[in-house]
Structures are given as structure tokens and as C-alpha cells.
């Protein structure tokens, strides 16, 4: 049976919320007793032991938020495959440096090359970091923000969007809107300039984004916002999805 102490400890300790700290109590205060430690050091572990569960649970919430299709990390992606990309740059670009500096980052190349799994990694690594990450594919923000306007909710979604430190519209291109869609990303996507990093994955090279945008004068004045403090990655390459395919067959053929 628990000590009075402890349970009233532990009580107290529930009407803080402080739940970590009532999971943790009796076996620190075993070890505390065992290893001859002092009150503070005690304390330390325990409070320790609620900022870690603290911490986790907040990254597990912006993970959740920010949507990702698939939380993929860096390490499974093959750089192989793409011998044109910089490893070392993708990794500096893991740091999220630029995010603080406002940046904004560019995936440009064939579909199947790993954009996607780019994007996410580095969204991935934002989140670690503490920082807000919103992940779309290009036609589910256009028509999440068609809806929303229709909702008359329009601008409460956009200042979501706006707490979030990295947005990444992903697929770019393959999609084609409406023109009151393509409005209403243009404004968002250029009302981030130099406010907010957006990352942009896409199969068409800029010259060709007029294809989405409708236009070259509306074309012209977001990449002019887009582009202006970007890192620019190519992504040409032979199909990353295909070769893994390939792979893939070749190995049940010799099983």
C-alpha cells in the first residue's frame, strides 16, 4: 500500500497537471533514496522528467497539425539515385536557418524524384525545432481556401496559415484551378513574402508556372516574391518511385 505522503503528494500534483511528475514519483523518489540524493536533486529529476513529457507531447502536436502525408526522415531517403543532389546542402537546409531568415525553398523537377519526401523531411525537422509547419498539396490548399472564402471563413484560415513559420504547397502543377483559385493562392503565397518561408515542390520548371497562374504579369510578380530569398533545388533526375520499383521486382524474381 502507497504512503499517505506520496498519494497526497501525487494528488497535488494531478490539480497542477503536472501528470509526468505523478507517473515519475515513486521510482525517482526510490532511486533519489538509493543513490543518497538531496531534495534538489530529486526535484531536478522530477521536474526533468515533466519538461521531456512536456516537450514530446507539444512535438507530437505539431506533427499532427501540420499534416504531413507521410512523416519521412532524411534517412530513408537513397541520394543515390540523384547523384546532382548535394547532400551536404540538404542537411544544412535540415538545420532550418533559413526559416528563421524568412527564406523560402524550391523543389523543381520530374515527378518521382522525391520531392515530396524532401519536403517532408525538412518539415520534419522544422517541427523538431519547435516551430509551426503546415503541409498541402497544391489542389487541397486551393480548394480548402475556395471552400473556406464560400464558408465566409476565409480570413480566420488564412490566420492560421499565417502562424505557421514553414508552409509547404506540395504538387505544384499538377493540378489546374479555377481562376478565383489561383486568386486566392497567389495571395496567400505572396502575402508571406519576407514574412514567412513557404516551401514549393513542383514538376514544372518556372517558365512554365504561367500554366497555373493564368498569366505572365501574375506569373512574373509572385516569383518575383518567391525567388528572391530562395534556395533553389533541381530535382531532374531518373524516377526515384520507378527505380525503387524496378528494385523491388528484381528482388522478388530472385526469390
Known sequence: ??????????????QLRLPA?????EKLSREAAAANQNYEQFLLRLTEAELAQRAANALEGRIRNAAFPVAKDFDTYDFGVMPQLSKPMILELERCEWIDQKFNCCFIGNPGTGKTHLASGLGLAAARRGLRVRFFTAAALVSKLEKEQKQYT???FLGQLDRAELLICDELGYVSFSRNGVELLFRLLADRYERASVLITSNLAFADW????QGEQMTAALLDRITHRCHIVAMNGESYRFRESMKA?????KG
Open 154 to 156: 476565409l480570413d480566420r
Open 21 to 25: 511528475m505523478v507517473q515519475e514519483l
Open 210 to 213: 504561367s500554366q497555373v497562374f
Open 249 to 253: 521486382k528484381k528482388g522478388r524474381k
Open 1 to 14: 500500500m502507497s504512503d499517505p505522503v506520496t498519494e497526497l503528494v501525487k494528488a497535488h500534483l494531478k
